[in-house]
């Protein structure tokens, strides 16, 4: 039995007037189900954080429906939590664990409360060793996965994430790639991915969203990641997925370039 439609954006456009009224983003079509792990990729540029604002309330269509669980989205909320790529996010002069109890702290429940739901996201994240220290006294991806523990403690219908491990090195990266999608299965909660790096969409997503080329960018395919977990990029399925996405990403620059010479 099919889990129920969680997101739903139909015909959505999103246009910036202060941009030479630019239109990022041209009848846009996206669902998914819930408790689904969807990666968004595409070429710089073509409109994927604007989609992951879009769904965070941030901002409001020019023209279509985005709904969450059947509501329309029309501010941010508590069921759809955003996990940046930088740690500006972080509150620097808070704990890591004030930082992951600020949300719990805010909605008003006590100390007694607070405390094994903050204990349970630091451990989870492999951070509880480390609870007392502030955010400059740990590495960037120590303070990525305090980010992911903070969102996690709000309790989260859906978590948003925009390319969270863009600025970390390859080894930290993969580390985090695999925190993440442990901690997904634990819970299964919805998530929503932004990334440049087919290689992560692949190790992630149960489905791959491929954004066209902007301005007007849409969502020109669907990819089905039919792999087992835990993935490994030396099976031959990978690379030949790899590459599959690879040229359809390579088309569409190819495709802007065509267009920006005959402009």
Request: proline residues 5%; charged residues 25%.
């Amino acid at each position: 039995m099919q889990a129920p439609l969680q997101i739903h954006m139909q015909g959505v456009s999103l246009r910036y007037a202060s941009r030479m009224d630019t239109e990022v983003i041209r009848n846009l079509d996206f669902s998914s189900r819930e408790g689904e792990f969807i990666c968004l990729l595409g070429p710089s540029g073509c409109g994927k954080s604007s989609v992951l604002r879009l769904l965070a309330g941030f901002q409001q269509p020019t023209s279509g429906v985005v709904q969450v669980n059947s509501r329309t989205v029309t501010e941010p909320s508590n069921e759809r939590a955003v996990v940046f790529q930088g740690d500006d996010s972080l509150f620097e002069w808070l704990s890591a664990y004030d930082n992951v109890a600020f949300g719990p702290r805010m909605r008003g429940l006590s100390s007694a409360e607070i405390d094994p739901i903050a204990m349970k996201f630091l451990r989870m994240v492999g951070l509880a060793d480390h609870a007392h220290k502030f955010p400059r006294e740990l590495s960037g991806g120590m303070r990525q996965r305090i980010q992911i523990a903070r969102v996690l403690a709000n309790n989260p219908r859906i978590m948003l994430m925009d390319e969270p491990f863009a600025a970390l090195d390859a080894q930290t990266r993969t580390e985090l790639q695999d925190e993440l999608i442990r901690i997904w299965s634990a819970d299964k909660k919805s998530v929503v991915f932004i990334t440049h790096d087919i290689g992560e969409s692949i190790v992630l997503a149960d489905r791959i969203g491929i954004m066209s080329a902007g301005p007007g960018s849409r969502i020109i395919e669907t990819i089905e990641v039919d792999l087992p977990r835990p993935r490994s990029r030396a099976n031959p399925k990978f690379g030949e997925l790899y590459e599959r996405i690879g040229r359809l990403i390579h088309d569409q620059v190819k495709s802007r370039a065509r267009h920006a010479q005959n402009a």
